[in-house]
């Protein structure tokens, strides 16, 4: 057996981590079981008590409550959400389920308006609307007192498709070549026959859900795209219809104060002083590093060149007073890197990589002598990016040396804790990110492990007068006299101007699991990381590149030596390899039996090709991602006959 370096961290212990659904009275707290299962039913649908203050740390309820899918009691002053939803039949999936039309229908249907003073008799009911015409039907709106009644019915129709291209997908993506996708979306969308008019929603969504891959299946374990909580899908939909935009306090009255007020918390989070810190939601890291890079940019080059830089622009390499800037980034860091370089005028040459270790963290030695080198040449190093949770193995750079050497050099310092960030809701993990605070700014994605419909990015800086560079006044959005008056404005903290109050779906998952529940579920994907990753190290036709940091881990199938012919050299074995993992990766998606991802090594020449499962869904079992890699094996197997 060939293995590769690395240790063995973290055990795998009958906690319930990996327990299927339904294992029992005690089965997991990520378990999941369904409604009625009794108590420690799951805490990944059960929501903390409602109250003033409730923060990320707000406990769970008692046992067996489904807060995920559980009304409020009715009341008096229950407002917008007075009307609970009905008791739904045995074994029905709360989580999923949809109300049914007309009185009492649910969330959905949204309880008519207390009348106003001198509206007449609150008895006299007013006499039912006739029923909307097809045109009506379609035109409606999703807004107003009436839009969840024409809501309602849609959402029934888009609940129903789903479910039907689920079951005609049934596993983690649909089986066939690219052309044969196109082919069918062509035939629906744009043949002769294509779906037009009121069956356009039914039939397009089941299209959707047939061709979709499906991050929920435990099968689907290529990327950082996460199976999202129903419970911020639900709260999602509640954003879609309100069609709130960011970009001045008169569209988004509630979401300009919510977001506010859940930065702060991130803030405390990631280690800032919320009172000091500033942020705004963003598309993901790569926009949320951009900025980052942006804001290093004007601060450290304008500093070093006596220009405002979002004015005047990059001065010319090896001018008076413009020394060339530089980026350092490890050599395992997100390709955006390069990206936003390109786009800040600075160009991807400016980007230096440093060295990394086995496991891709960057090592602190090389980055001091990239830096020292930097000052030797006379370059200026504008920043240093370090990763929390490299895409690939989730590394973490040395956040605290990286942050010492940064400041040392006057450079800033930006970490993309886009997928690492996650670890900062479990105690267990958190210590992986000490240091974090040290941060100029950070990046967090809530879309890969926070279990939120993208797009749920977050971007912070330490200090908010570092963000002045940004500011930016439209006198139709943000007038100074409002501003003054007291209406406040986030225009000037994002790259965007409409922009979705995408902190709403973050914000109820919060205040509905907590801290600590969310917490529960990044550890249940880190012991399914440690499993699997034990799993490939005892198989003898499977090579572990290093133990898991955080959910993911990278390996290869090893073909047999060749049997025939001359001995092969290790190059020669190493592009076998290579080809062998490419070709069974995409064995697999052809047979519609599993989504593994596909990364090489940093370096040069042949076997640097590896495989790789990110796991992400908590309620995946350690049997299930033991079925993943033998369907791996067998797949090479194949393909090592069908050369």
């Not at 769970?60 to 229950?78: H, R």
């Not at 029905?92 to 009348?115: F, H, R, Y």
């Not at 899908?233 to 008169?250: G, K, R, Y």
């Not at 993309?416 to 700014?441: E, F």
């Amino acid at each position: 057996m060939r293995t590769g370096a690395g240790t063995e961290t973290g055990t795998v212990g009958a906690d319930g981590a990996n327990a299927a659904p339904g294992a029992g009275a005690d089965a997991s707290l990520v378990a999941q079981a369904t409604p009625g299962a009794g108590a420690d039913a799951g805490v990944a649908s059960a929501a903390p008590e409602t109250g003033a203050g409730t923060g990320l740390g707000a406990q769970a309820p008692g046992a067996g409550t489904d807060v995920a899918s559980a009304a409020p009691e009715a009341g008096a002053d229950a407002g917008l959400v007075a009307q609970a939803a009905p008791e739904p039949e045995a074994g029905t999936d709360i989580a999923n389920a949809t109300p049914k039309a007309g009185a009492g229908a649910g969330l959905v249907s949204q309880a008519a308006p207390e009348p106003r003073p001198g509206a007449g008799p609150v008895a006299q009911a007013a006499p039912e609307p006739p029923e909307p015409s097809a045109p009506a039907r379609v035109t409606a709106l999703s807004g107003g007192t009436g839009g969840s009644d024409a809501l309602a019915p849609l959402v029934d129709t888009v609940m129903d498709a789903l479910a039907r291209g689920a079951r005609q997908r049934g596993g983690p993506v649909a089986p066939g070549r690219p052309g044969d996708v196109a082919a069918t979306v062509s035939e629906v969308f744009g043949g002769p026959a294509a779906v037009t008019g009121a069956e356009a929603l039914d039939r397009l969504t089941e299209l959707l859900a047939h061709g979709s891959a499906d991050p929920a299946d435990a099968s689907c374990a290529a990327h950082l795209h996460c199976p999202p909580l129903a419970i911020a899908v639900a709260a999602d939909l509640a954003v879609s219809a309100l069609n709130p935009s960011q970009d001045s306090w008169d569209q988004a009255p509630a979401a300009t104060a919510l977001e506010t007020l859940l930065l702060q918390e991130l803030a405390a989070l990631v280690g800032y002083e919320p009172e000091q810190a500033a942020g705004v939601l963003t598309s993901g890291g790569t926009e949320s590093n951009l900025m980052g890079l942006m804001l290093a940019r004007d601060r450290v080059l304008g500093a070093a060149s006596g220009r405002q830089i979002e004015l005047t622009g990059v001065p010319g390499a090896g001018t008076e007073g413009a020394p060339r800037p530089r980026i350092l980034a490890s050599a395992a860091a997100h390709f955006s890197v390069q990206r936003a370089a390109a786009l800040l005028g600075l160009g991807e040459d400016a980007v230096l990589p440093v060295p990394v270790d086995h496991q891709l963290r960057m090592d602190p030695e090389a980055l001091a002598a990239v830096l020292e080198g930097c000052a030797e040449r006379g370059e200026l190093p504008v920043a240093v990016v370090a990763t929390a949770g490299t895409t690939d193995t989730g590394a973490i750079d040395p956040l605290p040396a990286c942050a010492a050497l940064a400041a040392q050099h006057g450079a800033w310092l930006h970490v993309d804790a886009a997928y690492g960030g996650g670890a900062l809701l479990s105690d267990r993990l958190a210590p992986l990110l000490d240091g974090l605070g040290l941060a100029d700014s950070v990046s967090l994605d809530w879309h890969k492990l926070g279990w939120q419909p993208a797009a749920a990015g977050v971007f912070l800086v330490r200090r908010s007068e570092t963000y002045a560079s940004l500011a930016r006044r439209a006198v139709y959005l943000n007038p100074a006299d409002d501003e003054e008056a007291g209406y406040p404005s986030l225009l000037g903290l994002s790259l965007r101007t409409t922009r979705r109050a995408d902190a709403f779906k973050i914000a109820v998952t919060l205040r509905t699991l907590g801290r600590e529940g969310l917490g529960r579920l990044v550890d249940a994907c880190r012991d399914l990381a440690v499993s699997g990753a034990r799993a490939v190290a005892e198989h003898p036709r499977l090579e572990l590149h290093s133990e898991p940091v955080l959910t993911a881990f990278l390996f290869r199938y090893l073909p047999e030596a060749a049997q025939d012919g001359p001995h092969e050299s290790d190059a020669e074995y190493g592009a076998r390899c290579d080809a062998v993992n490419a070709a069974l990766r995409r064995r697999l998606l052809r047979e519609g039996s599993a989504v593994v991802g596909r990364t090489e090594l940093p370096g040069e020449g042949p076997g640097r090709v590896r495989l790789k499962l990110t796991l992400l869904n908590p309620h995946t079992t350690a049997a299930e991602v033991e079925r993943l890699l033998h369907a791996v094996v067998a797949a090479g197997r194949a393909e090592e006959v069908a050369r």
